[in-house]
């Protein structure tokens, strides 16, 4: 993400930094796309996220391997790069260890280097410092774009698409969370998520995709971004939604750390193409819902209510609002 | 840094991910500087450096405010863009924040901010998470280089320079271990740091630089990164080196975070510069030393003994070797 921006919150305490870094940018002809999307894209198309995980806050140690965990940090910033349609090319790790972590750091750039040669990219640089406790890792994924898909395009009328099945990681944590073991489907969901990249980047190619980011705070919380800058209203039909096996409905709209992708098109565009793309990928492609005039993010129920969800979303499982 | 690389450290443990890494960067023509330099280049000239922070490691809460926090974290990152001799661009901006940071939040930023804008370059990105108990900040720097000084063109008969007095900001941290004031000129070359960018692009575009970095592990550690980069041995004149006011030899040899360039250049190439240099920036450039046949690096004491010093450097103020 480099949701610096808009993870300032509205409140008017960020006001000030938040007009001066859009003053700034406003006034930069070197970037294309500042704070805000999914990604930071410069004027000659190379395209940066970054993604920042702590032990504790996105993890406990004994959910994950040390592979398991450098993979999962270097999906959750390739995937932000897929979300543009951008071609991954560099991870840069910076890990702080503990002393117990340095007997596995070599385990942790294997993850991390799982995940990038997996979307053809590979480790360029990093950061290697000392945690007197705690495990941090933030990677950062550079790559390119042409046309970087946005999440501002999203028109009344437009329908609303995703991939894969959701809420799969989000029943992991549960089941974890009661002490319990997950099901190795959930599991394998949180541990070993997919950067879309070869998806995005066909959806780009033949869909047309009007707005497009991937799941990292939950489909209902995600749907906001698209709302909030496309200036419209997302509906989503929640009878649509493709529930993991393992997960209930709340786990796939409020669950985070999906990765998967989210994305509108105009009305024909991608649904002529939904079989191709499964055949293509082994990926559903479900229509869950359309853009409407309006804005924020309403849920059409399985038992026929409306409801309007302004706000919901994954906030790291110690701090669920 | 992109010190992933020599970070892991000579021992037999990381051979396998370090081979299996250079053999990656070897196979992919996008990129022309993988880990092991100060900073990745990617094939049309992007390079990219990302430096971590955590209190309690780089720093301790009440040396610094938020706002020199940021501004230092930005340097440390920028400055590896400086040591290339590249155009910085963008800054991402990855902070755990604790509950009582989050009232600080603009603060670190603007300090981000301003180290960013005092080189030319804007923050474009970022990622703003939770942390249970430490500050930790996370900065990568994009920017552009058509011709990146590196480290490895060190030769025998060039000399060594160094921008810049030494041992500051080392002289400042020592003060504060003992629970003493600083002196304001130490703590200011700690907290207040400058990315030598305009130097270093001046440098190059005059001077011919065969090796270049910053110096960020002290004034031995850094010369010995140019002696292995290049295969050859760097030796210093203790005599001539330019200690900061207030700091030791000590300081100035075994401290790190000065953040002045350390290159090396053909005999009589720099020379006639130094004087126009110090004109237009108001910073010494001083000839320290030279490059001989041979590996580590060499020091010729004061009092006319010679030593050999292959390791040193800054490794956090907690665990000094």
Not at 164 to 186: I, K, M, N, P, Q
Not at 221 to 250: N, W
């Amino acid at each position: 993400v480099t949701s610096l921006h808009s993870a300032l919150g509205s409140g008017a305490e960020f006001d000030i930094i938040r007009n001066m870094l859009r003053g700034r940018l406003r006034a930069d002809p070197r970037v294309r796309v500042g704070p805000g999307d999914d990604a930071a894209v410069l004027d000659d198309g190379t395209v940066l996220s970054v993604d920042m995980v702590l032990e504790g806050v996105h993890f406990l140690r004994g959910w994950l391997t040390h592979e398991e965990i450098g993979y999962r940090a270097a999906t959750a910033a390739l995937s932000d790069l897929a979300a543009m349609a951008a071609e991954p090319i560099g991870l840069l790790v910076s890990m702080a260890l503990t002393d117990a972590d340095r007997a596995h750091a070599e385990e942790l750039l294997r993850g991390a280097d799982a995940a990038a040669v997996a979307v053809g990219a590979i480790i360029i640089g990093g950061d290697l410092t000392h945690s007197p406790d705690r495990l941090v890792l933030d990677c950062t994924a550079v790559g390119r774009a042409d046309r970087p898909v946005l999440r501002n395009g999203a028109r009344p009328g437009h329908r609303l698409w995703v991939t894969g099945r959701l809420g799969g990681a989000a029943s992991a944590v549960r089941s974890w969370l009661r002490g319990e073991e997950a099901a190795s489907s959930t599991r394998a969901a949180f541990v070993r998520p997919a950067a879309r990249v070869a998806e995005a980047r066909w959806i780009a190619r033949h869909g047309e995709p009007s707005a497009m980011l991937d799941l990292s705070d939950g489909l209902v919380g995600d749907a906001s971004h698209i709302a909030a800058a496309s200036g419209v209203r997302v509906v989503i039909d929640e009878a649509s939604v493709p529930v993991a096996a393992g997960a209930t409905l709340e786990d796939a709209l409020d669950g985070g750390d999906d990765y998967e992708l989210l994305f509108t098109a105009p009305a024909g565009h991608v649904e002529a193409l939904s079989t191709d793309f499964e055949a293509a990928f082994d990926v559903a492609l479900t229509r869950i819902g359309e853009v409407e005039t309006g804005k924020g993010v309403r849920l059409r129920t399985r038992d026929g209510r409306i409801l309007d969800r302004d706000v919901g979303g994954y906030r790291h499982f110690g701090s669920r609002s």
